[in-house]
């Protein structure tokens, strides 16, 4: 079954606003959680590196203070989306390490539309 | 992270036996060779996984030459739902580090 959850899975909203989404480690504490983007017919692109009880680290060109994230938990990271414009429609995608593997797993991803 | 290339697409009949080749040049001694799918709108899920030689699973085989430089993913007689996006990536210890995406292989079986 799904160790990583994602709600919404899909989300429209109007140009302006904010939206929420939620990641859920469901079996496992994880202290790093890690979100993605990707655009229609790319690749996936890191966005940022979710840390448990500090501030996220974000990559060279997304902006932090449109893209929050908080991993208040051990269990949740959640980004937020701010202000909310149409060239941010993307499918977003939430990871976290499997402990003692070499490998990730993936929630199911946020379709998020701007209007 | 090594960087690595793969065919941006590949077109298939059911029943057809597909590999994928990646080429990892400059694969790092520790490094992993693992290989994910992804369905449109949905997240990645993991495939196979191998540092040398060859693994094989329930789902597919994995091919890895001696020098470690390419590999091959394999998958036996695809069917219609094999129609994803393969992508090849070559790390170790991703409990601290994002994984990096290349372009991936665009798999499209036909009937």
């Known amino acids: 079954g799904a160790v990583v959850s994602q709600h919404p899975s899909r989300v429209i909203c109007k140009s302006g606003t904010s939206v929420k989404i939620e990641c859920r480690s469901l079996d496992f504490q994880a202290t790093t959680m890690f979100w993605y983007r990707q655009f229609p017919k790319q690749s996936l692109m890191l966005m940022a590196t979710s840390n448990e009880g500090s501030k996220a680290t974000y990559e060279q060109g997304v902006e932090k203070d449109k893209f929050l994230i908080n991993h208040a938990s051990l269990t949740l990271s959640t980004l937020t989306v701010t202000s909310a414009h149409p060239e941010d429609s993307s499918f977003y995608i939430c990871s976290r390490a499997r402990p003692t593997y070499n490998e990730q797993f993936f929630g199911p991803g946020t379709r998020l539309t701007v209007l | 992270l090594a960087k690595t290339t793969q065919p941006i697409s590949m077109d298939s009949y059911e029943g057809q036996e597909v590999n994928i080749t990646c080429s990892h040049n400059?694969?790092?001694?520790?490094?992993?060779i693992t290989w994910y799918q992804q369905f449109p709108s949905q997240g990645p899920r993991f495939i196979i996984q191998g540092y040398k030689t060859k693994v094989t699973n329930e789902v597919a085989s994995l091919f890895i030459p001696a020098d470690r430089k390419s590999s091959t993913l394999s998958l036996p007689r695809v069917s219609l739902s094999d129609t994803a996006v393969y992508y090849c990536?070559?790390?170790?210890?991703?409990?601290?580090?994002?994984?990096?995406f290349g372009s991936g292989t665009r798999l499209q079986v036909q009937p």
């Open positions: 400059n694969i790092a001694t520790n490094d992993y």
């Open positions: 990536l070559v790390f170790m210890d991703t409990g601290r580090r994002a994984l990096t």
